[in-house]
């Protein structure tokens, strides 16, 4: 789902910048990723979560996608520096990621999901488009936060299945991803990192 103007302001308001760099260190300090790795970030909006994840972990490719063109010229833009060559960007789907199965190291999304009105296919992409050990890095908002009196006039989100936290709980589990790590607010929201992996795996990278 496209973001009206007004929203699109906020989520690159200097709040939500800090909110962001603030999140991006949760995950840093949380899992380790190797330098060269291939990423995607799901919903880039206009650049900033890329910068932040280019500076944090170095990937050697870094894909992004959003649905909307605008926010994909904007980053363009916005994203220069040493590692801008490593930078590829396209427009899509987050419910059908144009990346074949098991391609990528990590997954970041910095609230993407909850604007997906088939949430549970957008999931179900990232983990297949994740190699066995892949990461998913995951901030998302309940209802709570996005549908109150307040916010519902001002910003556009599907209202129909909307995922709270047992919901998507139980879809982390259904799609085969192992929560590792979260920090959790029940009504507002979660950070999450989910592994793709068998059992053994996981619990190394735990330790």
């Not at 603030?22 to 900033?48: D, H, P, S, Y």
């Not at 972990?57 to 590692?83: E, F, S, T, V």
């Amino acid at each position: 789902m496209k973001l009206r103007k007004f929203e699109s302001w906020v989520v690159d308001s200097p709040i939500r910048r800090i909110e962001r760099y603030l999140v991006m260190q949760w995950f840093k300090r949380t899992v380790a990723l190797n330098a060269g790795a291939a990423i995607l970030e799901v919903g880039c909006g206009q650049g900033q979560g890329a910068k932040l994840i280019s500076e944090a972990y170095q990937p050697g490719a870094l894909y992004l996608l959003d649905l909307d063109l605008k926010m994909i010229k904007k980053a363009n833009r916005r994203l220069k520096g040493p590692h801008r060559e490593r930078i590829y960007s396209c427009v899509g789907d987050a419910a059908r990621l144009p990346f074949r199965g098991s391609a990528l190291d990590a997954v970041f999304g910095f609230g993407f999901l909850h604007h997906v009105p088939a949430w549970r296919d957008g999931l179900a992409e990232v983990v297949r488009v994740l190699k066995h050990g892949g990461v998913y890095f995951m901030e998302e908002h309940y209802p709570g936060l996005y549908q109150n009196f307040i916010t519902r006039r001002i910003l556009v989100h599907p209202d129909v299945d909307r995922f709270n936290s047992l919901d998507l709980h139980r879809a982390f589990q259904n799609a085969g991803l192992t929560l590792t790590h979260t920090f959790e607010l029940k009504r507002l929201g979660i950070l999450g990192v989910g592994v793709k992996a068998d059992a053994q795996s996981i619990l190394e990278k735990v330790k």
